[in-house]
């Protein structure tokens, strides 16, 4: 898709291809293994012209109600990171930080978290602040969705009552894996933001390793990055952060749940069965995949399948309505804003290539 568009063509040199294949090759033919491994799961023993009759006789007025639904949280989640950024600069129009988050979903559809380089560099860009604070602040945002990700979780039981655990043995042990992890990282980063001289500290033992043009360079991109954590000094900002941060999952609910309405599922399944679909379908785009392509496929269809008795046909043709919908609609616009704000789609893959 990068190389077909004309415009986009424009900004990639044969020189920043090689570097890419070169230094990512191996990363991306993984991504593109395991989306076929996982669509391979989703599909065996699945009667294609079954799925495809199913979505043909979808009622597609539902799909863009939940369009308009996944547009709505991207909205959310761009006056969410508005907040996360006041301490950096201020103020910043909803504009820019909805360009951002819809390139960064763009790149993501095609290269798996590029998009995370993507969106400070956009921004960073617009608004001429430094890149390594505003991937502090997407840091900060993935913490936040992994937190509300396991209050999903942790909520499931009040929703479903059936065979959860033996139907996915392994989502508690996971649960509990994540929340160690993130809560551990969480603590660290706030007491480095909180108490700047251990910080100071840490860096200057580091600097002491390197040579002196990485020195400078550690240090700069260090207190930049500790930059993106600023908010936690701003109490004003919790309570927005957190409501907006609701509201996106919140929204993210109700595109699920509005989905059933296309299929027919909203007589046997109700607002708290979208929650569940929502929490496990959620595992796919943790894994490395163009916009969790495959994975979303597999956990959706799978959720519907064993907790909710729905056929695989059915199952399947729903996760793949879904899918294709907001794939489409976030490549669209994510386009259309990639073009016109003239992101470097060359200068996004070498930050990212050196990200690595």
């Known amino acids: 898709m990068l190389l077909i568009c ?31 491994l996982f669509l391979f799961l989703s599909f065996q023993k699945t009667d294609v012209g079954e799925v495809y009759e199913a979505a043909r006789h979808a009622r597609y007025e539902w799909i863009l109600a939940m369009l308009a639904c996944l547009m709505l949280s991207h909205l959310a989640r761009a006056l969410r990171w508005r907040y996360l950024l006041l301490p950096i600069k201020h103020p910043i129009g909803m504009r820019n930080l909805f360009s951002g988050v819809m390139v960064g979903y763009f790149l993501n559809n095609f290269l798996p978290r590029a998009g995370e380089i993507a969106r400070p560099y956009a921004l960073g860009t617009m608004e001429s602040i430094p890149k390594a604070s505003v991937f502090g602040t997407i840091v900060v945002e993935r913490i936040l969705d992994i937190l509300m990700f396991l209050s999903l979780l942790g909520l499931l039981p009040l929703f479903y009552q059936g065979p959860l655990r033996e139907s996915f043995p392994w989502l508690e042990r996971a649960s509990v894996v994540t929340t160690i992890a993130t809560v551990s990282l969480l603590a660290i980063i706030v007491i480095l933001v909180l108490k700047r001289n251990i910080a100071e500290t840490v860096i200057i033992r580091i600097q002491a390793l390197l040579p002196d043009r990485w020195s400078d360079r550690l240090n700069r991109a260090a207190h930049s990055f500790l930059d993106g954590f600023l908010f936690v000094r701003s109490p004003a900002t919790f309570l927005p952060i957190v409501v907006s941060s609701g509201l996106i999952w919140f929204l993210y609910v109700l595109m699920m749940f509005v989905a059933f309405w296309a299929f027919d599922f909203q007589e046997t399944l109700g ?31 799978q959720t519907l399948i064993k907790l909710f008795g729905v056929s695989h ?28 704000d003239h992101v470097k789609v060359s200068k996004v893959l070498a930050d990212s290539v050196a990200e690595r």
Request: proline residues 2%; glycine residues 10%.
């Open 6 to 36: 004309g415009k986009c063509r424009l900004l990639l040199t044969n020189k920043d291809i090689m570097t890419l294949f070169s230094r990512t090759s191996l990363k991306y033919f993984i991504s593109i293994l395991l989306t076929g």
């Open 271 to 301: 607002f708290g069965a979208a929650i569940v679909v929502l929490a496990i379908s959620s595992i796919g785009f943790a894994v490395p995949t163009p916009g969790g392509t495959g994975t979303y496929h597999f956990f959706t269809s």
């Open 313 to 340: 046909s059915i199952a399947l043709s729903y996760a793949t309505v879904t899918h294709a919908a907001g794939f489409f609609i976030t490549t669209i616009v994510g386009l259309y804003f990639l073009i016109h």
